[in-house]
């Protein structure tokens, strides 16, 4: 190694950074420790505050992968009175974007907006070109609030900074964010698109994080499009990236996927083992909203099966053990709801099965009524003025009843991925 042949301190120090810096993206924290160890006892010894800030936000970004929020918020207030300290207005700004990205993760939407609207106001005030990461991770959380409208505006700012800066990494997540609002708002065809542009900026320069939110949102988008042999492709590529990565929540969302395109793509037997996967990893995490995507995805093939008693059993407890709403979303919810009906419907009891049908109902046209028509509306509108592409970008809006009709009619080979995650956020 060549670190082993370099005594100048400050030489040593560039080397040690750069060993930490790529140590962090491939999730081997505990055989650095000792380079992080040497780097900080270096840095202090040269009073480079500089260095220490920076060690600290790469441990942050490490227990946030581990889901260890206390020790990474420590390293962030460790990070963040060191930039005080300094008045150092960027370090300020990467401090702000790293808590973000802790909020994002364990999905406090709002604080992690209001973290990266005070890392907003020092980019412009300072202008910054760093303000085009802030736009990329803003764009992100407003996807993960379902604001697709104001998630473009972000990614189009990002990607007209990206241009300014030259910064093919910052263009490839704006179009990946752009995408993903495509998918979100069911226009597959303009999702895979984007995808595609995305993709084929961050392959070529072999970005990490990039490439890893395009190959899942290509086999998400390709899964729903009923191409499964691409949705695997895309998945399979994905849990090779995040394997080493170290982020099993990640892995969590990958093999929920994976085990949804086996699953609409009649593969029962490999959808079984990879649902069995990912409850393993969702009951290490214990992560609720993760058990009851797959005790919905498995109720299905249960009902598909004709095994009814078990599907019953199996779909009451993600109802009847569930509190939290986050951990059982209103989409979720439905998804049971219309299962409910099938069983019944499939068990004879057919008053029960109207009456599940009718709460199916109920919530899908609730659903449908205050955020799906809104968003398509909103969101072409504001892509489409603020591109002012020639094609047409229109996202059809059909009634509320034609829509839920058509939901039904898909509902009788329904199943739904993984979802628990968009898009990771960058430091």
Same mark, same amino acid.
């Given at each position: 190694m060549v670190l082993e042949?370099?005594?100048?301190?400050?030489?040593?120090?560039?080397?040690?950074?750069?060993?930490?810096?790529?140590?962090?993206?491939?999730?081997?924290?505990?055989?650095?420790?000792?380079?992080?160890?040497?780097l900080f006892s270096i840095?202090?010894?040269?009073?480079?505050?500089?260095?220490?800030?920076?060690?600290?936000?790469?441990?942050? =970004?490490?227990?946030?992968?581990?889901?260890d929020s206390i020790k990474a918020l420590e390293y962030f207030h460790k990070a963040h009175k060191i930039n005080l300290k300094r008045k150092d207005s960027l370090g300020i700004v990467k401090d702000y974007n790293a808590l973000g990205g802790i909020y994002n993760k364990f999905q406090q939407y709002k604080k992690a907006e209001e973290a990266y609207l005070k890392a907003l106001d020092i980019c412009?005030?300072?202008?910054?070109?760093?303000?085009?990461?802030v736009y990329i991770n803003l764009g992100i959380v407003k996807q993960n609030? =379902?604001?697709?409208?104001r998630s473009t505006e972000y990614a189009l700012l990002a990607r007209e900074n990206a241009f300014d800066i030259k910064n093919k990494e910052q263009e490839s997540s704006s179009l990946g964010i752009i995408a993903g609002n495509y998918m979100?708002?069911?226009?597959?065809?303009?999702?895979?698109?984007?995808?595609?542009?995305?993709?084929?900026?961050?392959?070529?320069?072999?970005?990490?994080?990039?490439?890893?939110?395009?190959? =899942?949102? +290509?086999?998400?988008?390709?899964?729903?499009?009923?191409?499964?042999?691409?949705?695997?492709?895309? !998945?399979?590529?994905?849990?090779?990236l995040v394997e080493n990565y170290g982020d099993k929540l990640y892995k969590l969302d990958i093999l929920l996927n994976i085990a949804t395109a086996y699953n609409r793509a009649g593969s029962i037997k490999e959808s079984y083992t990879y649902y069995d996967k990912a409850l393993e990893i969702a009951n290490e995490l214990d992560s609720n909203v993760g058990k009851n995507v797959i005790r919905i995805n498995v109720t299905l093939l249960k009902v598909n099966e004709g095994k009814y008693q078990e599907a019953e059993k199996i779909i009451l407890k993600a +109802?009847?053990?569930?509190?939290? =709403?986050?951990?059982?979303?209103?989409?979720?919810?439905?998804?049971?709801?219309?299962?409910l009906s099938m069983i019944y419907e499939g068990k004879k009891d057919y008053k029960r099965?109207?009456?599940?049908?009718?709460?199916?109902?109920?919530?899908?046209?609730?659903?449908?009524?205050?955020?799906? +028509?809104?968003?398509?509306?909103?969101?072409?509108?504001?892509?489409?003025?603020?591109?002012?592409?020639?094609?047409?970008?229109?996202?059809?809006?059909? !009634?509320?009843?034609?829509?839920?009709?058509?939901e039904k009619a898909k509902n009788q080979k329904m199943v739904i991925g993984g979802g628990l995650l968009i898009s990771l956020v960058g430091l």
């Open positions: 042949t370099v005594h100048n301190k400050s030489d040593r120090l560039e080397i040690l950074k750069e060993i930490c810096k790529k140590a962090s993206e491939i999730n081997i924290l505990e055989k650095t420790h000792v380079y992080y160890d040497e840095a202090q010894e040269i009073d480079d505050e500089e260095t220490m800030a920076f060690g600290y936000h790469l441990l942050l =970004r490490e227990y946030e992968k581990k889901r412009k005030n300072n202008n910054f070109d760093y303000i085009g990461k609030q =379902r604001d697709y409208s979100w708002t069911d226009n597959d065809k303009k999702a895979e698109e984007y995808y595609l542009k995305a993709l084929d900026i961050s392959e070529k320069e072999d970005y990490f994080l990039p490439n890893l939110n395009n190959y =899942r949102g +290509l086999a998400t988008t390709y899964s729903r499009l009923g191409a499964s042999e691409k949705a695997l492709e895309y !998945n399979f590529k994905a849990l090779d +109802l009847n053990d569930t509190i939290d =709403r986050n951990a059982l979303p209103e989409t979720h919810e439905r998804s049971a709801y219309i299962l099965s109207l009456l599940y049908h009718k709460k199916y109902f109920s919530l899908a046209y609730d659903i449908l009524s205050k955020s799906q +028509l809104k968003n398509v509306a909103e969101f072409d509108t504001k892509y489409q003025t603020e591109k002012k592409e020639k094609e047409n970008l229109t996202l059809k809006q059909q !009634n509320a009843e034609q829509a839920l009709l058509m």
